[in-house]
């Protein structure tokens, strides 16, 4: 059996969690409503309304895909002797992250161990998978890798989205996903 690589999921990494989101959109819409309608004397509601609509249209962006400040890259890599599975991680290149920044260019950086803002290994976990292997087995030590990234220090501000892996990663049938059968004959 050759030894291969396969790049098998990606997970968004988050400027924040979704309520957190809503609740600057909420403050950011009410800030602009004061703003255009602070001048008005006798403030009509249709008006207010308009203003609202016209933040959502312009000012404002989705949540979703929108506001993606990195991304967690899985893989297996796999060849006679093992099974190893881990996570690229890629984060925009701007020294501060805003929900403003607009330039989004992700680079492969890493956490560095004594906690810093600068990147070095891109490779942020790594696991390696002892036969006998089982889809269990597989989707588990995954999952607890991924479930610990979220409380790092570096990550712990954002949001990773595991929702998806979570509810999909129990159902897959990981071990022909990999060929794992094969390789432990």
Same mark, same amino acid.
């Given at each position: ?15 924040? &969690? ?6 600057? +959109?909420? =403050?950011? !819409?009410?800030? *602009?409503?004061?703003?255009? =309608?602070? &001048? ?9 309304? +308009? $203003? ?6 312009r000012?404002? +962006? ?11 890259d899985? *893989? ?23 929900? =403003?920044?607009?330039?989004? #260019?992700?680079?492969? %950086? /890493? #956490?560095?161990k004594? /906690?810093? @803002? !600068?990147?070095r &290994? ?7 998978? =002892?036969?006998?292997?089982?889809? !269990?087995? #597989?989707?588990?030590a ?5 479930? @610990?990234? @979220? $409380?790092? !220090?570096?990550?712990? %501000? ?17 071990? &022909?996903?990999?060929d ?6």
């Open positions: 059996m050759k030894t291969r690589t396969i790049h098998f999921f990606d997970i968004p990494i988050y400027r924040c &969690s979704e309520d957190v989101f809503r609740a600057e +959109y909420e =403050t950011s !819409k009410n800030n *602009y409503i004061d703003s255009v =309608t602070d &001048s008005v004397e006798n403030l009509d509601p249709s008006l207010i309304e +308009y $203003v609202a609509r016209r933040f959502e249209m000012e404002w +962006y989705p949540w979703q895909y929108n506001d993606i400040i990195g991304w967690l899985l *893989y297996a890599y796999i060849d006679e002797k093992r099974v190893r599975i881990g996570a690229f991680i890629s984060f925009v290149d701007n020294l501060k992250i805003r929900r =403003t920044n607009r330039r989004r #260019i992700f680079k492969l %950086s /890493g #956490i560095r004594d /906690g810093s @803002k !600068k990147f &290994s891109p490779v942020v976990f790594e696991v390696e998978l =002892t036969e006998p292997y089982s889809n !269990k087995k #597989i989707f588990e995954v999952a607890a890798e991924l479930e @610990k990234l @979220k $409380v790092r !220090k570096e990550l712990r %501000s954002r949001y990773v989205e595991l929702d998806k892996f979570l509810k999909i990663g129990r159902f897959v049938d990981w071990v &022909s996903f990999f794992l059968l094969e390789a432990s004959h």
